[in-house]
């Protein structure tokens, strides 16, 4: 383990102790786009909730793919690689109800994930204007997630809510393809994220999020899923 | 043309604003169907005197029935005050000479709640309820009393 750090630590110098000789050239990315996440647990609890309506009630969207967003500072430190750090952003959610003439219930769950972490690009293939890179990230995962129920019957109506958040480290890795515009390239990328799950905790007194049928089993949040973005590159010379 | 692309990406981008909150506005509308509707049957010790007396007071003693259903509560009023409550479906109570001002006949009305089974979600929880009104003329005779 030590021999890891010791050599990861001297990876880190030797590339930085480079940089200078060699790119100069700063880039900033923002891409946008879609991307699916497994989200088991929160499932599991929706179809629970469910099942403890007093009538049939629906899941009329489950944790489904939506917006993906991230922006990325990073430097040219070869002319195959480059490195930097970022920011990415993630939601989704779910929701179960029912509605008659008498009144509804409903449950949302509405879930985003904070990621900020640390860049990797491997250019696979350059050309004038088209440029084919792989890149990964390692990042630290912040979920928040609240929960809401509420009803309304004839003229009675009360509701619930609340905020729950979870830590965890996630691994992402994919490709992008760009074409090259003067100072800007447009272009895609896709990949698949693996999150390392992390134990949902109320935000207000920090009970976890267990189970309610297994009170020892604390439910987790999981972004492992793939994405894919629109992304725009802009080179800045710093 | 310059000034138009700034203008351009800043309505392009609050435009997608709304998208980076997850939101789900659809509800699962049910149109309940609804079952036999239970019947109710009430006798009480009032159904064969014809206008009983009420000398000092009156016990009035009920027995409700729901078949197909569910029994929620019962109220009893005279002379618009409410005297009696229960969510029993078996019981008593009196009614009392002071309540009325004068001698002469008035009307006890007993209100009998229980289930509709119409399946919606106020009938699934016990929120909705049928009605039915039973009236029964009474005589408070106060010559004895007041």
């Not at chain 1, 500072?73 to 480059?82: S, T």
């Not at chain 1, 509804?104 to 491997?122: Q, V, W």
């Not at chain 1, 390392?196 to 920090?206: A, F, N, P, Q, V």
Request: hydrophobic share 35%.
């Amino acid at each position: 383990m030590r021999k890891r750090i010791i050599y990861s630590i001297a990876l880190a110098v030797l590339l930085v102790s480079a940089q200078n000789s060699l790119g100069q050239d700063w880039g900033l990315t923002f891409s946008a786009g879609v991307a699916s996440s497994q989200m088991n647990d929160l499932k599991y609890l929706q179809e629970h909730i469910l099942s403890t309506y007093p009538v049939e009630g629906k899941i009329t969207s489950s944790f489904p793919p939506f917006t993906s967003a991230s922006i990325t500072m990073f430097k040219q430190l070869y002319d195959h690689i480059r490195i930097g750090g970022g920011y990415s952003y993630s939601t989704t959610g779910g929701k179960s109800s029912y509605a008659d003439y008498s009144g509804d219930i409903s449950t949302e769950m509405n879930a985003t994930s904070h990621r900020l972490g640390a860049y990797l690009s491997y250019l696979v293939l350059g050309g004038d204007r088209l440029d084919l890179s792989l890149n990964g990230s390692l990042e630290a995962n912040l979920t928040s997630l609240s929960l809401q129920s509420y009803y309304e019957i004839l003229n009675y109506s009360n509701g619930i809510s609340n905020n729950y958040r979870s830590l965890s480290p996630s691994v992402s890795a994919g490709g992008e393809l760009m074409y090259t515009l003067k100072k800007i390239s447009l272009g895609m990328e896709a990949g698949y994220l693996v999150d390392l799950k992390g134990d949902l905790k109320d935000t207000d007194d920090g009970d976890p999020l267990v189970d309610p049928n297994d009170t020892e089993r604390v439910l987790s949040s999981d972004w492992t899923g793939w994405y894919v973005q629109l992304k725009a590159l802009i080179w800045l010379k710093l | 043309m310059r000034t138009y692309i700034p203008i351009f990406f800043t309505v392009l981008l609050l435009s997608g604003l709304h998208a980076c909150f997850y939101s789900d506005s659809l509800m699962y509308e049910v149109e309940p169907v609804p079952g036999d509707p239970p019947i109710l049957s009430v006798s009480t010790n009032l159904d064969t005197l014809h206008n009983p007396p009420v000398n000092d007071s009156l016990e009035v003693i009920y027995q409700a029935v729901v078949e197909g259903g569910e029994f929620y509560y019962v109220y009893a009023d005279v002379v618009n005050t409410l005297i009696f409550e229960s969510d029993s479906s078996y019981g008593s109570f009196w009614i009392d000479s002071v309540l009325a001002d004068s001698s002469g006949v008035d009307t006890l009305y007993m209100e009998f709640y229980y289930s509709s089974n119409t399946n919606s979600l106020a009938d699934k929880v016990n929120y909705e309820a049928r009605t039915e009104i039973l009236k029964y003329a009474i005589d408070f005779n106060l010559g004895g009393t007041k």
